[in-house]
């Protein structure tokens, strides 16, 4: 789903003037890691490390874990493709709707997919892979961390992947490396892109048992990550900015914004737990109302249509300053006025 993700603004050019469609928080400073990147930019003459071990050094010191459970990925999009490559013909459960990447990924690898856990008990074989995305996107709601911990506990025959590329932006508890070194059948999937709000580095890490890294690492291409994002990485771990300055203050803003929204009539907003949320429009579809507050405000939205199980009355949203917010409630209050 390559051309069906958010921050699609470069299709757009100088039109957008307000970007709500990228979940990556929009007013990060990246100053500090722009000069250091600029005094290092020699190492695009020299091979980057084939895997990047120096890095995962870092973060399994950082987390308080052994360096064979960490291994550095291109964003957590390879890390995605990787697993369902490893477990190649597998049955794969993927509640919807959540990132469309897991089904691409397992499609190509020839899973045997379910997307309701209702009846898989009976249906599927126990060779199986259950993906959660938490938070989830695009709903923004979160499952509790001791749940999820009990869930893979009670059930160690099975394999779960737990995708929390979103985890630095809500306050709930999210599950850490160090909650699962004596698992063996998990594999946590973090985004220091998401973290550190630099998307077009392409920086995750998987953490997991040292068996599954290694079989992991068996498959994967060599200098999948560049010099470049390896040195961010290096960076960004040993200084730890804070891209959100007041993480409590902006996720108020959210629910400011989604309460606003609510408000509307013709809106269903769900709940969230983070910085995004999913709406549902009565009239009118996502594909026109996209198109429409471009070309009359500037404002680009997420069309969620792509995601499984949705429809074309259904787009994301992230918050952004309150301003800008309230331009978009004007926004669709004239769209909506206009039926």
């Not at 709930?172 to 077009?200: E, R």
């Amino acid at each position: 789903m390559i051309f069906g993700h958010g921050d699609d603004a470069y299709r757009y050019g100088a039109q957008i003037k307000m970007d709500f469609s990228s979940n990556i928080y929009f007013g990060a400073d990246l100053s500090g890691l722009q000069a250091h990147l600029a005094s290092r930019f020699g190492i695009v003459g020299h091979y980057p490390e084939p895997e990047a071990v120096g890095l995962e050094r870092m973060l399994a010191e950082k987390f308080g874990v052994p360096e064979e459970t960490i291994m550095v990925t291109n964003g957590a999009t390879e890390a995605i493709y990787l697993i369902a490559q490893l477990y190649s013909g597998w049955a794969s459960i993927i509640p919807q709707p959540t990132f469309t990447e897991y089904e691409d990924a397992c499609k190509i690898y020839n899973h045997l997919l379910s997307y309701n856990t209702d009846d898989e008990l009976e249906i599927l074989p126990e060779d199986r892979l259950y993906w959660l995305c938490n938070p989830n996107n695009p709903t923004g709601n979160v499952v509790n961390k001791q749940l999820i911990n009990h869930v893979i506990r009670q059930n160690p025959r099975y394999l779960y992947v737990v995708d929390q590329s979103y985890e630095d932006y809500t306050l709930s508890p999210m599950l850490k490396p160090h909650d699962l070194t004596d698992c063996y059948n998990v594999m946590l999937v973090h985004s220091l892109s998401k973290k550190y709000c630099i998307p077009g580095l392409r920086l995750g890490f998987i953490f997991s048992s040292p068996i599954i890294i290694d079989r992991l690492r068996q498959i994967r291409q060599p200098w999948t990550v560049n010099a470049v994002a390896i040195e961010a990485g290096k960076y960004l771990l040993e200084h730890d900015p804070k891209m959100v300055p007041d993480l409590p203050d902006y996720l108020a803003e959210a629910q400011r914004l989604r309460q606003q929204l609510s408000a509307i009539d013709g809106l269903l907003v769900m709940d969230t737990a983070t910085h995004f949320m999913l709406v549902n429009i009565d009239h009118g579809d996502t594909h026109d109302l996209k198109k429409w507050l471009i070309d009359h405000y500037g404002i680009l939205i997420r069309d969620a249509s792509n995601f499984r199980s949705l429809d074309n009355h259904c787009f994301r949203v992230t918050a952004r300053t309150p301003e800008e917010d309230d331009r978009l409630v004007e926004a669709l209050n004239e769209y909506l006025n206009s039926y």
